[in-house]
């Protein structure tokens, strides 16, 4: 029996609501039998990024609320650098018999060129584009909907301040931030 697995990638640094959006957009859009959530380990392009683990952690908290909706540490078990080339591979033999597709953000859709082989990554997972707002698809209508375009550059910075971040990110996300001291420093690079 195949199954079709959304697989939504990112550094999820914090997640925040945008990110909550995207799944439940992709469910409901494309209607995959699951979106699978994967915090990347370590930034490809040398982004500083959290630690892994809390970034996992945030995640599991910001999705549990979805149905069908799984967060996943196969990246926290890959060799460095993280690459979606890798993971994608890695996935495809976990689950053999799931066709996997690629949650990507219309923002991102330009950046592909300068991805690892992306030519074999739109070959194991055929993308998913998700409308953000000031990037649409090429072809979608003026007044087509989109997800509003929420920075996690934005969130760290707010909390490097000292200011809210009610709503960016849901209050369990918010939760370990505080508790965990994140972010309390110089805000990590953009992302």
């Known amino acids: 029996m195949s199954e079709r697995v959304a697989v939504f990638g990112g550094s999820f640094d914090p997640p925040h609501l945008g990110h909550t959006l995207v799944a439940a957009y992709v469910?409901?859009?494309?209607?995959?039998?699951?979106?699978?959530?994967?915090?990347?380990?370590?930034?490809p392009f040398d982004k500083k990024l959290s630690a892994f683990e809390h970034r996992l952690a945030m995640?599991?908290?910001?999705?549990?609320?979805?149905?069908?909706?799984?967060?996943?540490a196969i990246e926290g078990e890959l060799e460095l650098p993280s690459l979606t080339l890798r993971m994608l591979e890695a996935l495809q033999?976990?689950?053999?018999?799931?066709?996997?597709?690629?949650?990507?953000?219309?923002?991102?859709?330009?950046?592909t060129p300068s991805w690892h082989n992306f030519e074999r990554v739109r070959q194991l997972a055929p993308p998913l584009v998700v409308p953000r707002a000031g990037h649409l698809p090429e072809g979608s209508p003026p007044d087509a909907p989109a997800l509003p375009a929420i920075s996690s550059t934005r969130i760290r910075e707010r909390v490097a301040r000292g200011e809210p971040i009610d709503d960016w990110v849901c209050p369990a996300v918010a939760s370990h931030i505080a508790k965990h001291g994140l972010y309390r420093a110089a805000p990590l690079s953009a992302g």
């Open 93 to 111: 033999q976990r689950l053999p018999w799931a066709r996997l597709e690629l949650v990507i953000g219309s923002d991102l859709v330009a950046e």
């Open 59 to 72: 995640c599991e908290l910001a999705m549990r609320d979805l149905q069908r909706v799984e967060v996943s």
């Open 27 to 43: 469910l409901s859009r494309h209607a995959p039998d699951r979106v699978l959530v994967v915090p990347t380990r370590a930034h």
